[in-house]
């Protein structure tokens, strides 16, 4: 059975930090390109940054280049998404999904697996 779960999320002031896990099984992590989303209140779920299961490239939107850094750790099973200097507007609830291809630059590409989310909040 295939799971994606998603954690490290909470309630930070403008300026932290985070670190959000997106821990999978059912399946081998190095054979999956895996993104990272999120969905603010009242927004439709955007991508935020990807890495590639075929070269370890990565993707970040614009609003978030400089300031996330995603990472995986296929023994682990995990893949990491570092968040500094934080924004108000980084609020939202950040998924993690499995991409049906092996490089992120594929942005059409479908989605397999969602996982459930992890709730950020930055706010002073």
């Known amino acids: 059975q295939v799971q994606l779960v998603e954690s490290g999320g909470g309630l930070v002031q403008p300026g932290g930090s985070l670190r959000l896990s997106c821990i999978v099984s059912g399946f081998t992590l190095d054979d999956y390109t895996i993104g990272w989303f999120r969905q603010a209140p009242g927004k439709e779920r955007e991508g935020v940054s990807c890495?590639?299961?075929?070269?370890?490239?990565?993707y970040y939107a614009d609003s978030v280049k400089g300031r996330f850094t995603i990472s995986r750790d296929n023994a682990k099973n995990t893949v990491y998404l570092q968040l500094v200097s934080l924004k108000p507007e980084d609020t939202g609830i950040y998924y993690c999904?499995?991409?049906?291809?092996?490089?992120?630059?594929?942005?059409?590409?479908?989605?397999?697996?969602w996982g459930r989310g992890t709730q950020v909040t930055v706010s002073s």
């Open positions: 890495i590639s299961s075929s070269d370890g490239s990565t």
């Open positions: 999904a499995t991409k049906e291809t092996d490089l992120c630059s594929d942005y059409n590409a479908p989605i397999g697996y």
